[in-house]
């Protein structure tokens, strides 16, 4: 069945620092790639979102790119900030776009 | 705009007492779902709907219940709560109109249910 790998936290930087939180997937077909951000006490918004290979997300700084051959979605910041503190969630949807498969989390810690 | 609104947003519970958690949206979407998180285990699908009248079960519905009877709402039912139901609720929604497939959901703030 479909499943989502992210690597395991917690991921703690110093403000300014580059970002990386890594993403796998198995999937059958053409699934959509989502990462969701938690802060804390809050419920999951979307921070950016692909729909097919090669796409890439961006949002806020944030960027990933949908990698078909590696089954891949990596998050990238090229600098962080302390506001960025959070849970981040990768997140699979069938082509039927209803059900969301979660990776576990990772939560990165920044500091200033 | 009030998005996905849930209440309670805290919870306690003794083992074998029933609630319901409400979830209500705004957005006029036909897919709602709820969802449980767990400390390292991500957010996992309880039940979802597609729309009014039509439920559907998600990876681990054992112990819930729900109906759709309007567009807007989408209760959750615990009929005897147990220990392992507690956990963070989080109810979402999105639009399979004239969006194709990928669609984006949107999430309540959550209700943290802790049943002793």
């Known amino acids: 069945g479909n499943s989502v790998t992210q690597m395991e936290g917690p991921v703690t930087l110093s403000e300014e620092a580059f970002l990386t939180i890594n993403c796998t997937y198995t999937?059958?077909?053409?699934?959509?790639l989502f990462w969701y951000v938690q802060y804390p006490g809050e419920g999951l918004q979307l921070l950016l979102k692909?729909?097919?290979?090669?796409d890439k997300g961006s949002n806020k700084g944030f960027e990933a790119t949908y990698r078909k051959e590696t089954t891949s979605f990596h998050l990238e910041k090229g600098s962080v900030q302390v506001s960025d503190s959070a849970v981040y969630f990768c997140?699979?949807?069938?082509?039927?776009?209803?059900?969301?498969?979660f990776g576990k989390g990772t939560t990165l810690s920044v500091s200033s | 705009n009030a998005g996905v609104t849930q209440t309670p947003k805290f919870q306690v519970l003794k083992t074998g007492q029933s609630m319901t958690l409400q979830c209500a949206q705004d957005?006029?979407?036909?897919?709602m779902s709820w969802y449980r998180q767990d400390p390292g285990m991500g957010l996992r699908l309880i039940h979802y709907?597609?729309?009014?009248?039509?439920?559907d079960q998600g990876e681990v519905p054992n112990g819930y219940n729900v109906s759709r009877s309007t567009t807007e709402d989408f209760p959750l039912r615990l009929l005897s709560a147990a220990p392992s139901q507690t956990s963070v609720y989080f109810c979402?929604?999105?639009?399979?109109?004239?969006?194709?497939?990928?669609?984006?959901?949107?999430f309540g703030a959550g209700t943290r249910l802790s049943v002793l």
């Open positions: 979402a929604s999105s639009s399979l109109g004239g969006g194709g497939p990928k669609n984006i959901q949107y």
């Open positions: 999937a059958t077909g053409y699934p959509s």
């Open positions: 692909a729909t097919k290979a090669d």
């Open positions: 997140a699979l949807s069938d082509q039927a776009g209803t059900a969301l498969i």
């Open positions: 957005m006029n979407h036909e897919y």
């Open positions: 709907s597609v729309g009014a009248g039509i439920t």
